[in-house]
């Protein structure tokens, strides 16, 4: 992220992309007292639109949602979990009746005769959020990827609007997160099956199956954990079935393309975080390739609640509890890494402009959580989230000191450097220590005396090992035991 420095006309004005906790020059959009940071669980969320024929999935969303009551200068921010009303609604879409059958079919398929627009749960497509534990969780809101004005065309990144009230119904704040949906489970549409008929008649009729006994629900003999818990079901769960028959896709589609062939899909290309669309992550990296999903599952993985986990690549400090999945994960000051980081396949800054309005709305850009102030109301002193430092806590600390380093030039590129001038008459004495944003160590330098009075030193942008350090902004420190100094130098490749 430190590399990502432009230097603009002229050379003058430096441009740097620093994460925003270091970015503290740039203000955070005005906040109230409360803010309420909403997530999807899954970070995608698949339904069939006809279930006439079979059904694997129905419209069933999810949202889960925490609400900050904002720190200051003297107060840490609260999470809060009495008090508030949070409710949700959909603008522009605003019923589910005809922009799918469900309601037809939702008899035979559940058993449960619904209300129109009423989901599973009993949901509608607007209502209030529930606590359950200490989180609020609206879940099986029963969305259509089908705005009204256009209800024919797909939208798989649907917007919600989620607003905090008081006891006494006054606003607090709102966020517009997204609630994801797609009906690209596309066994026939994208030319793999010559229709839904094709499929059932190609059935094995083992186990009472019966193609004529319409609809289907797979879930009724293969185990979903979403609709039937964590359970194989008496045919053997749906994931293993699906992924065994289709594994020979890992040899004619490789890669992505296999898995969007069901998993929504060549359009919404619903694997759209930053680790998938800027550092080139695929799903087989993260969950193997369909042989690998099938396996895993013979040696005992149950589907949905065993799935890849950030410490299996990221180091333990970035990591979830083991066992425990990351949407039901809480960090620093026990807000969900998923508030922070976004859902799974999702995680910020994602590819998706609409993913990132919640940040956006919050910190004044798109990218992870990392404005203490957006929490706090002001720059802690402490380490936050994974124990990272304010860069104005760094800064603040090493500014302490009465007196100003000259460097010059700043910006300097690696090797070429800076020099950097102390007023001391104790060079020998003296250590001058180079500090980045986060305030880790990065160089341990010595100064010469250049006989008027000045302890000069040269960086040349390199860590103690030798290595060219990332772009970005570095602390300088100078001590002789007598004099301190501060300074700060702005390194471009
Ligand atoms: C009435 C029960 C029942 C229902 C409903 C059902 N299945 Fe099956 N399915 C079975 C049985 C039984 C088997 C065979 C299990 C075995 O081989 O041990 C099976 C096997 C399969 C297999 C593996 C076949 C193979 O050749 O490897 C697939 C794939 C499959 N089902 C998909 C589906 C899909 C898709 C649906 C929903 C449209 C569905 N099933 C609904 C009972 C059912
Ligand atoms: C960077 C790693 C990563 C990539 C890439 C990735 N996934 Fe996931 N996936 C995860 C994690 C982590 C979870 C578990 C999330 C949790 O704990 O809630 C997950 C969960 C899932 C689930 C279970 C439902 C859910 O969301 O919990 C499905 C289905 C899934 N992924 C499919 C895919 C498909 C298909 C792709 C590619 C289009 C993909 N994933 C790409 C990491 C990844
Ligand atoms: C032939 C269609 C198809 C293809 C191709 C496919 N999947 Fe799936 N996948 C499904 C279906 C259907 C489900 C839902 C199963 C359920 O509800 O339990 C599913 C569920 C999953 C899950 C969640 C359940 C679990 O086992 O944990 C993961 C993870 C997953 N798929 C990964 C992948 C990856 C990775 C690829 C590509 C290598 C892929 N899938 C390709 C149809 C497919
Ligand atoms: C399959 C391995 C894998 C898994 C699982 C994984 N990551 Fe990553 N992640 C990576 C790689 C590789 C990078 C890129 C590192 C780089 O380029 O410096 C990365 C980068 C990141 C970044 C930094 C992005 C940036 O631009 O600075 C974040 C944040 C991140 N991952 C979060 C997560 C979270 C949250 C999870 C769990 C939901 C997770 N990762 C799971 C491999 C993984
Ligand atoms: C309060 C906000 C917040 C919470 C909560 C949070 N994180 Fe982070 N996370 C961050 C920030 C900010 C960074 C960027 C840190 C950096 O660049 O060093 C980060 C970085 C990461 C990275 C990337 C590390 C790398 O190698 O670059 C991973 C992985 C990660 N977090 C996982 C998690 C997991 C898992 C949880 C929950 C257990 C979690 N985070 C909770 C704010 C948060
Ligand atoms: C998403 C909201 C959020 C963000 C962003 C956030 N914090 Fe916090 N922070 C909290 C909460 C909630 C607490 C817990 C207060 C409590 O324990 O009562 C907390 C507690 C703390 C504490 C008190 C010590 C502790 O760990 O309990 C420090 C220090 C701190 N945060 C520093 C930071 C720094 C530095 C940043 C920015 C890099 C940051 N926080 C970003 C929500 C946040």
């Not at 339904?47 to 900050?68: E, F």
């Not at 045919?235 to 065994?244: K, N, P, T």
């Amino acid at each position: 992220m430190f590399d990502r420095i432009r230097i603009l006309a002229l050379g003058i004005l430096v441009a740097a992309t620093l994460p925003a906790a270091f970015a503290t020059a740039d203000p955070a959009p005005t906040l109230g007292d409360y803010i309420v940071l909403v997530n999807n669980d899954l970070g995608m969320h698949c339904m069939n639109q006809n279930h006439q024929n079979l059904s694997i999935l129905p419209p069933y969303n999810d949202l889960q949602a925490q609400v900050i009551r904002r720190g200051d200068a003297t107060r840490l921010p609260q999470l809060v979990t009495s008090g508030v009303s949070l409710e949700y609604s959909f603008p522009g879409n605003t019923y589910s009746v005809g922009k799918t059958d469900f309601w037809t079919y939702a008899p035979a398929l559940f058993g449960v005769t619904l209300a129109p627009n009423v989901g599973l749960t009993g949901r509608s497509l607007s209502g209030t959020f529930d606590l359950v534990g200490n989180i609020y969780r609206a879940d099986g809101i029963p969305l259509t990827p089908f705005m009204d004005a256009t209800p024919t065309v797909e939208q798989p990144y649907q917007v919600a609007q989620v607003i905090a009230r008081d006891g006494g119904g006054i606003e607090l704040t709102r966020a517009h997160p997204v609630a994801p949906v797609s009906v690209q489970v596309t066994c026939v549409s994208t030319g793999c099956h010559s229709s839904e008929n094709a499929i059932l008649n190609a059935h094995s009729n083992e186990g009472g199956f019966n193609p004529a006994n319409r609809p289907v629900l797979c879930a009724h003999c293969h185990g979903q954990t979403p609709l039937t818990g964590p359970n194989p079901g008496t045919a053997g769960w749906f994931s293993l079935r699906i992924h065994e028959k289709h594994s020979f896709i890992d040899q004619s589609i490789p890669g992505i393309a296999g898995c969007y062939k069901c998993h929504p899909g060549a359009q919404a290309a619903c694997s759209r975080g930053t680790m998938s669309t800027d550092h080139g992550l695929i799903c087989q990296d993260c969950h193997g390739n369909m042989e690998h999903v099938k396996s895993t599952i013979e040696a005992g993985r149950i589907p949905w609640v065993n799935e890849p986990a950030c410490r299996t690549c990221h180091t333990a400090q970035y990591g979830e509890p083991v066992g425990q999945l990351y949407r039901n994960s809480v960090g620093h000051g026990g807000v969900l890494c998923s508030n922070c980081h976004n859902s799974p396949h999702a995680d910020f800054p994602s590819r998706e402009p609409r993913d990132n309005q919640v940040m956006v709305d919050l910190q004044g850009h798109a990218g992870v959580l990392s404005d203490c102030r957006v929490c706090h109301g002001v720059n802690p002193t402490g380490a936050g989230p994974h124990g990272i430092m304010a860069a104005s806590a760094v800064e603040g600390e090493i500014f302490t000191a009465a007196g100003r380093l000259r460097v010059f030039p700043s910006p300097a590129q690696i090797g070429a450097g800076c020099r950097i001038m102390a007023a001391s008459a104790r060079a020998q004495e003296g250590r001058m220590l180079v500090f980045d944003v986060r305030g880790r160590t990065v160089r341990l330098l010595k100064a010469a005396d250049d006989g008027d009075g000045s302890a000069v030193a040269s960086w040349d942008g390199r860590d103690q090992q030798g290595r060219d350090v990332p772009s970005g902004v570095y602390f300088l420190k100078w001590d002789d035991g007598r004099e301190q100094a501060a300074g700060k130098v702005v390194i471009v490749q």
